[in-house]
């Protein structure tokens, strides 16, 4: 069982940057793919990025790719996503998530365990 913890969401306009953080329980972290996941108001739920346990390995979705950054610290048991040049169309709930394995990483449905997301809220 991994329990996440998301913190780091907030208010902040348009350019601006804020870091997002997930902590993890448990003592197999390293093991988890993690992935950060958002969703906007009346949308559905989208692949953000991923970070692979065993190699550190990045994905990232093109709507946030050379803006957003996602590492990982194994000795704390979190996951961070770091976040530049946010715009009003990044306002969501953003969720972390933790799966075994990187196959089908860009699926929600893939990952076993979900935080209970965190409001980033970007003003134009």
């Known amino acids: 069982q991994v329990q996440l913890v998301e913190s780091g969401g907030g208010m902040v306009q348009a350019g601006g940057s804020l870091r997002l953080s997930c902590a993890a329980s448990?003592?197999?972290?390293?093991?988890?793919?993690m992935g950060w996941f958002r969703q906007a108001p009346g949308k559905e739920r989208v692949f953000v990025a991923a970070?692979?346990?065993?190699?550190?390995?990045?994905y990232y979705s093109d709507s946030v790719k050379d803006r957003f950054t996602i590492s990982r610290d194994n000795g704390k048991n979190t996951v961070y996503l770091q976040m530049n040049s946010l715009k009003a169309e990044d306002t969501a709930v953003y969720y972390c998530?933790?799966?075994?394995?990187?196959?089908?990483?860009?699926?929600?449905?893939?990952?076993?365990?979900w935080g209970q997301g965190t409001q980033v809220t970007v003003s134009s």
């Open positions: 998530a933790a799966k075994l394995g990187t196959y089908n990483y860009l699926r929600g449905y893939e990952y076993t365990y």
């Open positions: 970070i692979s346990g065993s190699s550190g390995t990045t």
């Open positions: 448990g003592r197999t972290f390293s093991t988890y793919t």
